[in-house]
């Protein structure tokens, strides 16, 4: 190669790279290995690894522990929709432009909204969307959001903003409800705000009631009502679309795809029968029609305004490579359920989740939940009366006990003292939650 190329040394290859960056020692590299050996090795460096196969986990906080129907694996390994390509193009196969569709139909179907997209990459991506949706769409600059959101969602939404120059304000909450403080909206909210953005069940996992006086005062001030879901609750809690959602957004990992170290997630976004609305959302939109003789049905891309597609100063947004594959995935796993099946997954781990909340409320030193509202996966734990941290109660879970505590929300939300977010679906047996308020019970009395 070096001959063909002209050099005399691999140095003159590397002539570019500044000298002190450059590695003069030899690497610790295993001997040349058969397929065998390789496999052999491979095993005993993951056999290291501990999943949430090996223990129980009530960790959520975003990317949740779901059952997943074997079906959903089977039906997303089949080569014409694992090896796709993102896509995008015109001339893409019927069978994938069904598959997305049929996801788009259930998403509107549960959300009770007109209009669906088929994905985003994530529930924070589809939230800095949908703020600068409501931006051009209104012609105002400024977003509310509550207090009580994921930080890292947060961030992510300031990241969208601040080149555009959106300005975000948040909206407090009530300290003994968690409630959305509709004095401190009505205060907020102006001529100048171009969303209200609530979550329902919230990132602490109470369920938001005030949603209908809240949609009444956003659109009083000609706002949009934009309303992230968990939609596992949309089988028992009434759809944002019902309560004047104007755009509803929120991530759909738990419908059918598992956690894989953070991701791929897959973000929900949907928005009312309004070609203002519409011909702003981002992404892409694959409708249905007919030939020309009305004798055949087909599927095509109806709308993506995305720069690649329309004049660059034209395009709505940059999202390029969606979440196809999981959007596939989240659609077997909605036709697996129908409507019956999310009442039931709703009702199964809202019960599970409430009679882990009555365990743990009766340890000694522990308040559980914080705030004094209805909880559907997720509730929050104090632990100040037991006068014990959060990061040594995980510790010890973890150690002694083999369990995955909650996450820690010290640093998050300072004002609530040593509190850890808690997450309890349909996967987790009454055995496991009672472990759980045993190893807590234990560890607190020292």
């Not at 070096?2 to 040394?9: K, L, T």
């Not at 790279?17 to 005993?44: D, G, M, P, T």
């Not at 509310?144 to 909206?171: D, F, M, N, V, W």
Request: with cysteine; net charge negative; glycine share 6%.
């Amino acid at each position: 190669m070096m001959r063909e190329i002209g050099i005399d040394s691999i140095d003159e290859l590397y002539a570019d790279i500044s000298e002190k960056y450059r590695l003069r020692k030899s690497l610790n590299f295993l001997k040349a290995l058969s397929e065998f050996e390789i496999k052999k090795h491979v095993e005993a460096l993951l056999s290291k690894n501990k999943t949430c196969d090996n223990m129980p986990i009530f960790l959520g906080a975003g990317c949740w522990p779901h059952y997943v129907p074997a079906v959903v694996k089977e039906i997303v390994q089949r080569s014409e929709f694992l090896t796709a390509y993102t896509p995008y193009q015109p001339e893409i196969s019927q069978g994938m432009l069904q598959a997305l569709f049929e996801y788009q139909s259930m998403i509107c179907e549960l959300t009770s909204m007109d209009v669906a997209n088929c994905s985003m990459y994530d529930w924070a991506s589809a939230l800095g969307e949908a703020a600068r949706m409501a931006v051009r769409v209104t012609g105002r600059n400024e977003v509310l959001i509550p207090r009580i959101i994921h930080s890292e969602r947060a961030a992510t939404l300031q990241a969208y903003a601040e080149p555009a120059g959106l300005k975000i304000q948040q909206i407090a909450y009530n300290r003994e409800t968690g409630q959305v403080d509709l004095e401190d909206l009505n205060n907020k909210i102006c001529d100048k705000t171009a969303a209200v953005y609530i979550e329902n069940p919230s990132y602490l996992g109470f369920i938001e009631t005030q949603v209908d006086e809240i949609s009444k005062q956003t659109h009083a001030h000609g706002a949009l009502l934009i309303v992230g879901v968990d939609p596992t609750s949309l089988g028992i809690l009434k759809p944002p679309g019902e309560y004047g959602a104007d755009i509803v957004i929120g991530e759909a990992q738990p419908l059918g795809n598992p956690m894989n170290f953070g991701g791929p997630l897959l973000g929900i976004f949907a928005c009312r029968d309004d070609m203002n609305l519409i011909r702003q959302m981002p992404g892409r939109i694959i409708g249905l029609t007919t030939t020309t003789d009305n004798s055949k049905q087909g599927f095509c891309m109806t709308l993506q305004t995305r720069e690649q597609h329309i004049r660059r100063e034209k395009a709505t947004s940059n999202i390029c490579s969606n979440e196809a594959l999981c959007a596939v995935a989240s659609a077997v796993y909605m036709a697996l359920l129908g409507p019956q099946g999310f009442r039931k997954l709703g009702e199964t781990i809202m019960y599970k989740a409430n009679y882990t909340i009555h365990l743990l409320s009766k340890i000694d030193g522990v308040k559980a939940p914080v705030f004094k509202s209805a909880y559907f996966k997720e509730f929050t734990v104090n632990f100040d009366g037991a006068k014990s941290r959060v990061e040594e109660v995980n510790r010890k879970l973890l150690l002694k006990h083999q369990i995955h505590g909650g996450k820690n929300l010290s640093k998050e939300f300072p004002e609530l003292g040593e509190t850890a977010l808690y997450c309890v679906t349909e996967i987790h047996s009454k055995e496991e939650i009672e472990r759980l308020a045993e190893a807590l019970e234990k560890i607190l009395a020292g």
